[in-house]
């Protein structure tokens, strides 16, 4: 289908390892953005792209994180030195006007 | 205080009951609002966007009353299925960036 995709579906690395998360947006939508969902928690705003811009980047949790978006298009968030406590859920929707569409996540556990 | 508030719930009706859900929010300056359903495990996904006016779909209908700065969801004859965790979400007028609220998770029971 034409939805947002994401890649890996699931992810079980070692504490410590780097990892890379991948959207692929619904094409033409502007604008794309990365939360995080801890089981049985809410949405947690990760970082959102106008285009290849980043204007808020205020929920990335430390400087292990970061996310680029090229092209207009594809987005990777990487997770350097993963540590236990970030294992979640990655979501990743894309938006044209207002609604936003979600891809079905990364399952991420680290060990 | 959080831009947009929820409350958590969880609330437990029995199937056929009518519930509803609040939600506030802090920026005035907020132009568009809509309500997302979440399963258990699963994306979020528009339930309806939220017009001054107030929208029905089926035995779904959404308020909203600018002045005092809060969304309503209602939902009557509740199913089964109408389980999930509901999110509010708004569209900031400064940013232009959606921000959910936490969610309000609905459990109907038989």
């Known amino acids: 289908g034409a939805g947002v995709s994401q890649s890996p579906s699931n992810k079980v690395t070692e504490k410590g390892k780097d990892v890379e998360l991948r959207c692929d947006p619904i094409?033409?939508?502007?604008?794309l953005y990365w939360y995080r969902q801890s089981l049985g928690q809410g949405l947690e705003f990760l970082i959102y792209f106008q285009g290849n811009s980043a204007p808020d980047k205020s929920g990335l949790p430390s400087d292990r994180f970061s996310a680029e978006r090229t092209g207009g298009s594809v987005s990777t968030l990487t997770i350097q030195r993963t540590q236990q406590e970030d294992s979640a859920v990655y979501l990743c929707?894309?938006?044209?006007?207002?609604?936003?569409?979600f891809g079905p996540g990364t399952r991420l556990l680290v060990l | 205080r959080k831009e947009v508030e929820q409350d958590p719930g969880p609330f437990n009706v029995p199937e056929g009951a009518t519930v509803a859900f609040n939600c506030t929010y802090s920026?005035?300056?907020?132009?568009?609002f809509f309500w997302y359903r979440q399963d258990c495990r699963k994306e979020p996904k528009l339930l309806m966007s939220v017009y001054s006016s107030g929208n029905e779909d089926g035995r779904f209908t959404a308020q909203l009353n600018r002045a005092s700065q809060y969304i309503s969801l209602l939902i009557r004859d509740s199913k089964l299925s109408d389980s999930a965790t509901y999110l509010c979400?708004?569209?900031?007028?400064?940013?232009?960036?959606?921000?959910f609220g936490q969610g309000t998770t609905l459990q109907v029971k038989p």
């Open positions: 920026n005035s300056a907020s132009q568009s």
């Open positions: 979400v708004v569209l900031s007028g400064n940013t232009g960036k959606l921000i």
């Open positions: 094409s033409g939508h502007t604008a």
């Open positions: 929707a894309s938006s044209s006007v207002e609604t936003q569409y």
